[in-house]
């Protein structure tokens, strides 16, 4: 079982940076695939990035890549998604996911969310 939850979302202006945060309650958070999703207003969540339990390996949708990054440490137990040059239609709910399977998932372990709102 894995208990995930987010912090770092807020208001942030176009082009500006905002870093998410996702501390994950696990005894093997190394074994874990952890991903981000986000889910816009109005719309189904959607995959952002995802990372390997080594950190070697991300994917990334391909409105993000160029501009966000997945990364991770597993010795505090914590993923993270550094997003830079933020857009309007990042805004949505980011939610922290976890999977034992691999990159691609299914991911079957998911946190609260974050708003996160890009505004003028």
């Known amino acids: 079982q894995v208990r995930l939850v987010e912090s770092g979302g807020g208001l942030v202006q176009i082009g500006g940076s905002l870093r998410l945060s996702c501390a994950a309650a696990?005894?093997?958070?190394?074994?874990?695939?952890m991903g981000w999703f986000r889910q816009p207003p109005g719309k189904e969540r959607e995959f952002v990035a995802a990372?390997?339990?080594?950190?070697?390996?991300?994917r990334y949708t391909d409105s993000v890549k160029g501009r966000f990054t997945i990364s991770r440490d597993n010795a505090k137990n914590t993923v993270y998604l550094q997003m830079n040059s933020l857009k309007p239609e990042d805004t949505a709910v980011y939610y922290c996911?976890?999977?034992?399977?691999?990159?691609?998932?299914?991911?079957?372990?998911w946190g609260q969310g974050t708003q996160v709102t890009v505004s003028s």
């Open positions: 996911a976890a999977t034992r399977g691999g990159i691609s998932g299914p991911f079957n372990y």
């Open positions: 696990a005894r093997t958070f190394s074994s874990y695939t």
């Open positions: 990372v390997s339990w080594s950190g070697v390996s991300t």
